[in-house]
């Protein structure tokens, strides 16, 4: 038992695991790239793609230029992203995504209408935030439509939760926004529930709860899912008020 547990001490050392954490967010749903999506990959990751090991990136190199830079967690297949970037090119825009195959969505769509102001890491956002973005660095940060892990023992793979929000909250400048929406009810109370405690940090919101959707955010393709299914939307929204 003692040299499990040192051998899986050692293991984390190595893998950096003991900083970012073990316990996956996301569904291990890999598909092989064919056809389009495999070309647009091979043809635009060189424009468009960043990768952790790389380490910390500098954000005017890397858009040749100074700008407010917006991060998205967890695009999808980047319709939202590309939109958005489309109609703020005055904007900087970081895209996570580890799902392979929503990347090689999202960069089809970019060669049909190029857009400079994005930039896509294709990897775990916990370990691209902590290894890649820079302190007090971040305008925004969004998280649109999260996997909901809607059953009680998946809920420690929420995105959301109290190590995350630690994470992030050095990376936003000061006065920077969170802004996180969702379908799942059970989710936008526990995202309520994990900002409650946390004193950086204000709702931006009225009544203390949830936000209209601001201009800046297109619908998305799983919220037009959960609207279908008869499923209400959440938006909420935070700003960074110390360190
Ligand atoms: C339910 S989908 C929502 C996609 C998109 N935002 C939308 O609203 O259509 C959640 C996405 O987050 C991605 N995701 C979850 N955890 C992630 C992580 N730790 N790093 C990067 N992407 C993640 C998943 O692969 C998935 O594509």
């Known amino acids: 038992m003692l040299l499990l547990l040192l051998f899986r001490k050692q293991k984390a050392l190595i893998m950096n695991e003991k900083i970012y954490p073990q316990i996956k967010t996301f569904m291990p749903r890999q598909r092989r790239l064919t056809g389009s999506r495999l070309n647009a990959f091979d043809q635009l990751w060189g424009t468009y793609g960043l990768a952790a090991l790389s380490g910390t990136i500098d954000f005017s190199k890397t858009f040749g230029r100074n700008a407010p830079t917006v991060l998205e967690i967890g695009f999808g297949t980047g319709e939202t992203l590309h939109e958005m970037a489309k109609n703020h090119p005055e904007w900087n825009f970081i895209g996570i995504e580890v799902y392979r195959p929503g990347v090689a969505a999202l960069l089809a769509k970019l060669r049909v209408e190029p857009t400079g102001n994005i930039r896509i890491f294709a990897e775990d956002a916990n370990m691209v935030i902590q290894k890649c973005i820079p302190d007090n660095s971040l305008e925004k940060i969004l998280v649109f439509f ?70 800046y955010r297109p619908l998305t393709k799983f919220e037009q899912r959960g609207l279908k299914r008869g499923h209400q939307i959440f938006d909420l929204m935070f700003q960074k008020i110390s360190d």
């Open 146 to 215: 999260p996997d909901p892990w809607p059953k009680r023992r998946h809920f420690k793979r929420r995105i959301i939760n109290e190590n995350f929000i630690k994470l992030i909250q050095h990376k936003l400048k000061a006065q920077g926004i969170l802004h996180i929406a969702t379908d799942w009810e059970d989710y936008a109370m526990h995202t309520l529930a994990v900002m409650q405690n946390q004193p950086s940090f204000v709702n931006l919101a009225d009544n203390n709860q949830f936000v209209l959707r601001p201009n």
